[in-house]
């Protein structure tokens, strides 16, 4: 399984970026899918999950309204439209899909991508 993200870069705030994260390898029938994000010198902060049957889709305050989640036809993609950055949004991003098998949960992450806010 293989999740690679890309679109990070710098952009000034009140910009706009779309993140990207293409799946391979990944097979399975109910699991979420899911952003997260580090801050420098903080922990991971959770943004987004859902379903991948676009159900139960959530998303942390920080972001409601500015960030949308979006999949392409094939679930081979999952976008991550970021509107109206702000520095404080300057972190590396990460996507993952999570698995419920029985009691546990498998989980598949992508190496991150970097997004600075600056002007």
């Known amino acids: 399984v293989q999740l690679v993200e890309s679109g990070g870069g710098l952009v000034q705030p009140g910009g706009s970026l779309r993140l990207s994260c293409a799946v391979s390898?990944?097979?399975?029938?109910?699991?979420?899918e899911t952003w997260v994000r580090q801050a420098p010198g903080k922990g991971l902060e959770w943004l987004f999950s859902?379903?991948?049957?676009?159900?139960?889709?959530y998303y942390a305050d920080s972001v409601k309204g500015r960030f949308i989640v979006s999949r392409d036809n094939a679930k081979t993609t999952l976008y991550l439209q970021m509107n109206s950055l702000k520095s404080e949004d300057t972190a590396v991003y990460y996507c993952?899909?999570?698995?419920?098998?029985?009691?546990?949960?498998?989980?598949?992450w992508g190496q991150g991508t970097q997004v600075t806010v600056s002007s």
């Open positions: 993952a899909k999570w698995v419920p098998i029985g009691s546990k949960w498998e989980y598949y």
């Open positions: 390898g990944f097979s399975a029938y109910s699991y979420y």
């Open positions: 859902g379903l991948n049957d676009g159900q139960n889709t």
